[in-house]
């Protein structure tokens, strides 16, 4: 494959209420001849633009983002999708964090973003079982209850978080629905309910 030597930039925000015009100048400035925009949460699957920015790079591209963060959900996330371009050639550019993986020190720094993401997915995974082996000793594992002991919710939030598992993967884990999976995340997100005050006088 020739190479092209495009430089395309992907530009991204997570509301409706905001636009991608605070990432736009800099990009254009970087040289990007074309910009992929997006409204979508970084958390968010599906991310269609960022899909036809991946399909179009070319061995000798040059993808630039603004920060880190508009392009992965995660540190691991990010790490996959820089792998991927660098395999396939094309070079990763941020311009808030200076990366440039077209460098040495740029690779070095890849490298060590690598480095870390496997030491963190290893903490998750530790943290992971040693919940699932708290709730099998409490007799509450692998039962046909469809509820979550609040261990087992715990244990749901932190593979969650992880980003390293789908809700169907999480609920055949424990045995439950995907409904009672998504309701245990909703759950740990919503702020907790205040206490009513006593009454003055009463018991």
């Known amino acids: 494959m020739v190479a092209s030597d495009m430089v395309i ?13 605070g990432q736009l100048p800099d990009l254009r400035k970087a040289g990007c ?23 179009r790079l070319e061995k000798g ?3 630039v ?7 992965g959900r995660s540190i691991r996330d990010l790490l996959r999708i820089v ?6 050639g094309v070079h990763f550019v941020c311009l808030k964090e200076k990366f440039d993986t077209s460098t040495a020190a740029g690779r070095l720094v890849f490298h060590f973003f690598a ?16 919940g699932l082996s708290a709730a099998r000793a409490r007799g509450r594992l692998g039962g046909r209850s469809r509820l979550l002991t609040p261990q087992q919710a715990k244990v749901v939030k932190t593979m969650w978080d992880s980003h ?5 993967e999480i609920a055949t884990q424990f045995k439950v629905s995907v409904s009672t999976i998504v309701r245990s995340l909703r ?6 309910t205040p206490t009513p005050p006593k009454p003055k006088g009463g018991k």
């Open 9 to 21: 930039g992907y530009a991204r925000v997570s509301t409706e209420d905001q636009n991608t015009e």
């Open 187 to 192: 759950a740990s997100a919503a702020p907790p």
């Open 83 to 88: 792998d991927g371009l660098d395999k396939n």
């Open 33 to 55: 001849k074309r910009v992929y925009q997006e409204k979508v949460s970084g958390g968010a699957a599906d991310r269609p633009e960022l899909e036809k920015c991946l399909e």
């Open 61 to 63: 591209d040059t993808l």
């Open 164 to 168: 390293d598992h789908t809700r169907q």
């Open 65 to 71: 983002v603004w920060r880190l963060d508009r392009l």
């Open 115 to 130: 480095a870390l993401a496997q030491f963190e997915k290893e903490l998750v995974r530790e943290r992971t079982m040693a």
